[in-house]
């Protein structure tokens, strides 16, 4: 399922549009319905707990070494079949630290995918939102980091991931446009021949 509908995402757009009307800056929201599909978590907790299942076998039983293997094969096959085939399961197995930093990673890719460091002055602004991995980030370009600190970008994304944990994504996308904006126009007001580089709609990328 969508974290957005097609007419939200043109409520968005819509949101870029005005916010961009008050400031040079450039805005850019992307969607990654994942940003890494931890296809190595299917294998590895199954090899550790195959690892352990031989286990109790060994010392409280008289099973031939041939039957407990058998088990341990048989258990990690099924649990890398389930994990292959359950991915919320598998997400769910993941650190949660390792998937920040897929997402991390992805955030930074789109940053500079979507051309948001070309900008004139190098005023672009990306919000990113990873769903499967439950992350959020704002990555601003340097000239806009000279002048707005990480603290205002990490209310901002807290507001955002409150809002979407709470079942309302667009109004979490729809807050965070109007409060990126006001730090871009009070630090980068509307130039005379400013023209619009970068797209307003909502950018949704394919799974990985």
Do not use: C
Not at 96 to 119: D, G, W, Y
């Amino acid at each position: 399922m969508a974290l957005v509908s097609s007419t939200d995402e043109q409520k968005i757009a819509d949101a870029i549009m005005a916010a961009e009307r008050t400031t040079s800056g450039e805005i850019v929201a992307v969607i990654a319905p994942s940003s890494g599909s931890h296809i190595y978590a299917a294998f590895f907790w199954p090899a550790l707990i195959a690892l352990i299942v031989p286990l109790p076998f060994i010392y409280w039983t008289w099973w031939p070494i041939q039957t407990i293997y058998e088990i341990q094969l048989a258990s990690f096959a099924a649990l890398t079949v389930l994990l292959l085939a359950a991915r919320p399961l598998r997400f769910a197995v993941v650190p949660r630290s390792l998937k920040r930093q897929v997402a991390h990673r992805r955030a930074l890719e789109q940053f500079l995918a979507q051309n948001i460091h070309t900008t004139p002055g190098r005023t672009g602004v990306l919000i990113f939102v990873s769903v499967d991995e439950r992350y959020a980030e704002i990555i601003a370009d340097p000239e806009i980091a000279r002048h707005v600190g990480n603290d205002t970008w990490r209310t901002i994304v807290d507001d955002l991931t409150a809002q979407i944990g709470a079942g309302d994504p667009i109004a979490g996308f729809l807050g965070a446009i109007r409060a990126v904006a006001k730090p871009l126009a009070a630090h980068f007001p509307p130039s005379a021949n400013q023209r619009d580089v970068l797209p307003n709609h909502l950018i949704v990328l394919p799974p990985n």
